[in-house]
């Protein structure tokens, strides 16, 4: 069973920079998907950013690209998110989510929060003005 523990939400400025971690324990081996996913109240999970851990390039929302880098560690039980020119909008629960040994590169690219049958506490991000 994969578990999942994020890290690293805070209350910035609008401007500021952050950086969440995720560690994951219950991998069988090193390709798996992960990624984050950002909620707000009253509405559904939104992916932010997910990759496949072998190998595999960083997939962005357009809200993200060119602000956020997504990246994990060689042995592929840490996942990143090094967020900047943080905007209001931004404000959300970050979660942590993985698909364990997924079929190929591909599934990690599933942007359907249903998709991932692996998923963190969260972790809250608030970006004021």
């Known amino acids: 069973q994969v578990q999942l523990v994020e890290s690293g939400g805070a209350s910035v400025q609008a401007g500021g920079s952050l950086t969440l971690s995720c560690e994951a324990s219950?991998?069988?081996?090193?390709?798996?998907?992960m990624g984050w996913f950002r909620q707000v109240p009253g509405e559904q999970r939104q992916r932010v950013a997910t990759?496949?851990?072998?190998?595999?390039?960083?997939n962005y929302a357009d809200s993200a690209k060119g602000r956020f880098t997504l990246s994990n560690s060689d042995d592929g039980n840490t996942l990143f998110l090094q967020m900047s020119l943080l905007k209001p909008e931004d404000t959300g629960t970050y979660f942590c989510?993985?698909?364990?040994?997924?079929?190929?590169?591909?599934?990690?690219?599933?942007?359907?929060?249903?998709?991932?049958?692996?998923w963190g506490q969260g972790t809250q991000v608030t970006v004021s003005f």
């Open positions: 989510a993985a698909i364990k040994t997924p079929r190929g590169p591909w599934v990690c690219e599933d942007w359907n929060p249903a998709a991932w049958n692996a």
């Open positions: 219950g991998f069988s081996g090193r390709a798996n998907c």
């Open positions: 990759v496949y851990t072998y190998r595999g390039r960083p």
